[in-house]
């Protein structure tokens, strides 16, 4: 056996750093390893002689590459090349967008640790319209807000919290409590950065979809990372203009939409379970029971319809004894799936999105909504000027919607709400409740998915046993092995 580092990331300035004490070289790009882990299926050599005859012939490489991906139609060999990006002074409105792409990795500045200084982005759509001076006096609006709810807010956590305000290393945390309200009111366009690592197939992918939005920040976002990528990876970068799908798709789906009313009042906390597989359950059992034997999966089905509630609960509790608070079910747990219509703020939904592997579609912003307001800003007499404020905002994108179209959505805050529809397997529910229902998640969130758990275990009472977030593990998990699990988790408070 051999087992090779072929790779790794560098960070670009010191790529940078040694070809300027080295002599010129074409083949530091990635488009080596693409082509050569490409040959692997067709070439008897070993993986190492590929990559060195990729090597030393850079233009072979590369047409190699352009021949499996556009002529072959083996897109799969791109992903072997890697990128990372910086993105900064981005829009949170743009980090939305950024982030609906799957199989990426992102990290992002957070606005519950990090105390925000008043930056926002001006959309050049708001510019080009002559309405840059009432965006500008909304937003400042916005943020001046913003910080005197903070200064406020910050006292009133620790005094809410005096077991964690009396060790000085918890009030990083209760200062994030803070902050993470006080942001209710800062607006879509306040400037965030993230770092966002990509491989090629799947930056081909966000560059031809950004090619076809319809706001100027995507579309320069997009031609900034184009031109970057292109210039060290020409040749795996291949279908990045704008598709007419793309483009027309979902407003050729408009038509068929209207006439549809939306129902006129929504409750703040909204989330209904609208649909999930019919003897989850089951299927989950029989699952289990298929991968663990050699019948079929229909002989595997039959033989958990026959059994009785205390064997079905049996087979789940092998599944689960071994597990400790950071195992997730197995994998036959993907094969029941709940689907959950959700009302939620942009505060919330900032945290939602992150879950990618479920299926998550989202509705734009609608103030017709209402918005979301932190219990703690009613509790220290600010909720006058918060819904003030807000009232103001919704006149003013009111205004800047006439003229600007989506681009008055920068304006609106993280308080204001928009519809989600997402579809989870019962694997990926375990996945947001323990990360969800802590007490270190924030509070909307931690509401929100301890309802989807409430909902999800009326329909598959079985496989969501224990659920609940990794805080409440071992006392869940007590409830149901009548013993401790052996690591009991982290405790933020101690």
Request: proline share 4%; net charge positive.
């Amino acid at each position: 056996m051999q087992v090779l580092l072929a790779g790794y990331n560098l960070d670009k300035e010191v790529i940078d750093e040694l070809r300027r004490a080295a002599p010129p070289r074409l083949d530091v790009t990635p488009e080596t390893l693409s082509a050569s882990y490409a040959r692997i299926s067709r070439d008897p050599r070993p993986a190492e002689e590929l990559r060195r005859a990729a090597r030393a012939e850079i233009e072979k490489a590369r047409r190699s590459n352009q021949t499996i991906i556009f002529k072959m139609g083996h897109h799969s060999v791109a992903e072997h090349a890697v990128f990372n990006f910086d993105l900064i002074g981005v829009s949170r409105l743009a980090i939305e967008e950024i982030e609906k792409f799957r199989l990426c990795s992102f990290t992002e500045k957070s606005q519950r640790y990090i105390t925000l200084g008043g930056d926002f982005v001006l959309p050049a759509e708001i510019r080009g319209a002559g309405l840059e001076r009432v965006f500008v006096e909304t937003t400042t609006a916005q943020n001046s807000l913003y910080h005197e709810l903070y200064e406020k807010l910050r006292p009133h956590v620790f005094e809410q919290n005096p077991e964690l305000a009396q060790n000085p290393k918890k009030h990083a945390i209760l200062d994030g409590w803070a902050k993470e309200d006080a942001r209710y009111v800062v607006s879509l366009a306040t400037e965030g950065q993230l770092g966002m690592t990509i491989n090629g197939r799947n930056l081909e992918l966000l560059i031809r979809r950004f090619a076809s939005k319809d706001l100027a920040e995507l579309r320069e976002i997009n031609r900034n990372i184009s031109a970057l990528a292109k210039e060290i990876a020409p040749s795996i970068l291949l279908f990045t203009a704008a598709s007419e799908f793309d483009l027309q798709a979902y407003e050729d789906l408009k038509a068929a939409s209207r006439g549809i009313a939306p129902r006129k009042e929504t409750r703040r906390d909204d989330v209904a379970l609208v649909d999930w597989t019919k003897d989850g359950d089951d299927k989950i059992l029989a699952a289990l029971l298929h991968s663990a034997g050699n019948a079929s999966f229909e002989r595997c089905l039959r033989r958990v319809g026959r059994l009785s509630l205390r064997e079905k609960t049996a087979i789940v509790k092998l599944a689960f004894e071994r597990m400790e608070f950071y195992d997730f079910p197995l994998r036959e747990f993907e094969y029941a799936d709940m689907t959950f219509d959700i009302v939620c703020s942009a505060s919330c939904f900032a945290q939602l999105k992150r879950h990618r592997m479920a299926t998550l579609t989202s509705q734009d912003y609608d103030p017709e909504l209402g918005t979301t307001l932190p219990q703690s800003i009613e509790a220290v007499g600010a909720a006058k000027e918060f819904r003030e404020t807000i009232d103001r905002t919704n006149v003013v994108y009111g205004l800047l919607k006439k003229k600007v179209g989506r681009a008055a959505d920068y304006v609106l805050t993280n308080a204001h709400r928009r519809r989600v529809l997402l579809k989870v397997n019962v694997r990926e529910m375990y996945h947001i409740s323990r990360l969800r229902e802590d007490p270190t998640a924030q509070w909307e969130i931690r509401a929100l998915s301890a309802a989807m758990s409430g909902l999800a275990r009326k329909v598959m009472p079985l496989t969501c046993l224990l659920l609940g977030g990794k805080s409440s593990f071992p006392e869940v998990y007590h409830s149901v092995f009548g013993k401790s699990p052996k690591t009991p988790p982290p405790d933020f408070r101690a």
